[in-house]
């Protein structure tokens, strides 16, 4: 697949933001590459582990954008307050529908309103589980709009009212929605041609077939008394393909009889 270029004039796209001035980014923004655009209480936390590594490099050309916005500023009074009481009672605070519905209208600023073109997300232990698929329908968008709770998470009428769609990174509860942004970013970025060096490496990877991958082995060729396997020596790559297959037949048999069972009811179609 292409990769657009990196150094051409006249490309790179402007857009309004609500980062403070400090943490802005020098990174170039390609017209038209993908943007995630993150609606959070802590934007400092970004773009965190998305900074390093393949991710770190493509943000840096301007492969794909990441614009933190700060809820603090959208709050209200003196003290910017974005949280209030529960109403019914209980433990915690809720985040506000006016604050957060202010910082959402302006991520909406620039962005299609068509949920395909532009997926708006809240992160939250209720929504969908997350997987492999969602970072594929991501990745084909123009980019995304992620709305990080914290607390006791956020008033429901901001949910109904942006027609936010709800994703769970898993089932277990995080104190906010941060972690599981940049999770979801970054199994998304690394979908968009030319993030990953070698784009044919995530054709084979866990998921992509809905199988877990194969073991994967490098030199030394022995290990503690342990060799790598014959086959992956040599040199025949039939063989080799069909060592794979089975190994990720029979570990996804083992450890995910939901996937295997999709599996074989994808094969008797
Ligand atoms: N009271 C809520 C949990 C709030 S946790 C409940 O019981 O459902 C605070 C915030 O952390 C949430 O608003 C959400 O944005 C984030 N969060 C917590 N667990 C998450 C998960 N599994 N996936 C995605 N976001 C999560």
Redesign the pocket.
Known sequence: MPVPPTKSHGRLAISASAKPREVMSDTPRLKGAWCAKVVTLFPELFPGVLGASLTGKALQRGLWALEPIDLRIFGTGKHRQVDDTPAGGGA?LV?KPDVVGRALSMAATGAPDDPARWPRV??????KP?TQAHAQRFAQAEGMTL????????DERVIEAFGLEE???????????E???QAMIDATVRLIPGVLGNAASTEDESFAAGLLEHPQYTQPREWQGRAVPEVLLSGNHGEIAKWRRAQAERLTRERRPDLWAAHLARKDE
């Open positions: 915690g985040m809240y992160l939250s232990p209720r929504g997350f709305l990080c709770g914290r607390f006791e998470g956020v994703v769970s990174l898993g089932d277990f509860v995080l104190t906010g929605g972690i599981a942004a």
